[in-house]
């Protein structure tokens, strides 16, 4: 789904992003080019990171601790 139509940005580019080490709308803004524009897209931009980014944590906390 295309979440920023003025730069043609999809959501799986954000999800990306944000698994490449991008977490804040600052960043996706800065190297993505999201909401440079008309700003549309801030509110679904911003709702794409914050799920994905509690997606990512899930997943680290639900790995077993491995000792040694
Ligand atoms: S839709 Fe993203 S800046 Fe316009």
Not at 3 to 19: G, L, P, T
Not at 23 to 28: H, I, Q, T
């Amino acid at each position: 789904m295309i979440v920023c139509v003025c730069n043609n940005i999809s959501d799986r580019e954000i999800r990306q992003a944000i698994e490449l080490g991008l977490s804040s709308m600052a960043e996706l803004r800065r190297d993505l080019g999201v909401a440079t524009c008309c700003g549309k897209c801030h509110s679904c931009a911003k709702e794409v990171l914050g799920e994905h980014l509690d997606r990512l944590q899930e997943t680290v906390l639900a790995r077993p601790v491995l000792t040694t």
